[in-house]
């Protein structure tokens, strides 16, 4: 027979294992008990690493959350991406997600500010964004999230450890949108920084590019590389970055300094490298305090903070460079091509 005390336990037991289970369903699901659902609008293409990194801080810190991936190609055709960004609205309307994420410029320019922002009641929050936030009239009812900051003084300041006869460098970039802002951010700190920045030079074609290194190898002692995506061959193929930079590194002999980690993993030299998969986590946790109820409006946008040390193995070799042991604590240490 059964006593008072153990039909107590028994109950408790029992009303402890719904209350889990309980939870367990509620973390990431809808009103309708369906789990919860977001669009993520990427502005470039599947692979591209930093929007992949981003997806996985969002994966990681959402594990519960159903996202659905859109991509804008923009990298490859820029002029294209209104057109896919109408086609992404036309997703957001059948898949009616709980949230909207957007990372990088392109994705504002071409579906949130024409589609979403104030015009929609689905929250969106952004990441990946080079520009400043007033420029799509961030923060808004619906939209809040994280400015990008590359982090070119420190890339700078550590290149000069990795390559102690740096002096002067120069800056290399394709003219594009984001680029244009990247090159913003340096006009605006590079009083601040501890080498020279000798000239900003424009690039178009692989071509141009290789000419432009044969006179600058003469002139600077290093290179400080912004994103070359989308550069065109002999043929007006748009390449992959990687492509690009594996070719400069073949034919460069002064060090070459980089902002993200696939730079360093196609062969530039050194750099600090912004956490892309800490924006993921971020977005994420943004995403966790509008569900729990915090209006957006309450939300301030927040920016990016934390940097890695990497260093491309294979090219400081070629340059036959040695690091020293305050350089190896701390920095991690890269092949090319290593995954």
């Known amino acids: 027979m059964m006593t008072g005390k153990s039909r107590f336990a028994q109950g408790l037991a029992m009303a ?3 209350l889990a289970l309980f939870c367990g369903l509620a973390r990431g699901q809808g009103e309708a008990g369906e789990r919860k659902k977001v669009l993520v609008v990427m502005s470039y293409h599947p692979g591209y690493e930093g929007e992949e990194e981003i997806a996985r801080g969002l994966e990681a810190y959402l594990p519960e959350v159903e996202f659905r ?35 990088d410029d392109p994705a504002q320019e071409f579906l949130v500010v024409p589609y979403l922002r104030e015009r929609v009641a ?7 964004v080079n520009f400043e936030a007033g420029k799509y009239r961030y923060p808004a009812a619906n939209v809040t999230g994280v400015v990008e900051k590359k982090h070119y003084r420190e890339s700078l300041g550590f290149a000069k450890l990795v390559a102690p006869g740096l002096r002067r460098v120069a800056v290399l970039y394709l003219d594009d949108p984001t680029n244009r802002q990247n090159l ?23 071509i141009e590019l290789q000419g432009l290194l044969a006179r600058l190898e003469k002139e600077v002692d290093g290179l400080l590389l912004l ?3 989308g550069l065109v061959d002999a043929r007006g193929k748009a390449l992959d970055g990687s492509d690009v930079l594996t070719r400069v590194v073949e034919s460069c002999r002064v060090p070459t300094i980089g902002s993200s980690s696939w730079e360093i993993k196609a062969g530039t030299l050194c750099g600090v490298i912004k956490s892309n998969t800490e924006q993921g986590s971020i977005a994420a946790s943004l995403l966790q305090k509008i569900w729990a109820g915090t209006p957006v409006t309450e ?37 090319t091509g290593q995954d």
Do not use: H, M, W
């Open 184 to 206: 913003a951010q340096i006009e605006a700190e590079g009083a601040g920084y501890p080498l020279e920045i000798a000239g900003k030079y424009p690039v178009a074609s692989l």
């Open 122 to 128: 689905t929250p969106v929050v952004f990441c990946g």
């Open 16 to 18: 402890l294992v719904l």
């Open 69 to 103: 991936y859109f991509y804008l190609n923009t990298k490859y055709d820029y002029a294209g991406g209104a057109r896919l960004a109408a086609e992404a609205f036309r997703i957001y309307q059948e898949y009616r997600p709980d949230a909207v994420v957007a990372v």
């Open 227 to 229: 994103n070359l995506s």
């Open 299 to 335: 939300l301030p946008l927040l920016q990016n903070r934390n940097g890695r040390r990497l260093v491309n193995l294979t090219t400081l070799k070629k340059l036959d460079l040695n690091l020293s042991p305050e350089v190896v604590l701390g920095t991690e240490l890269l092949t």
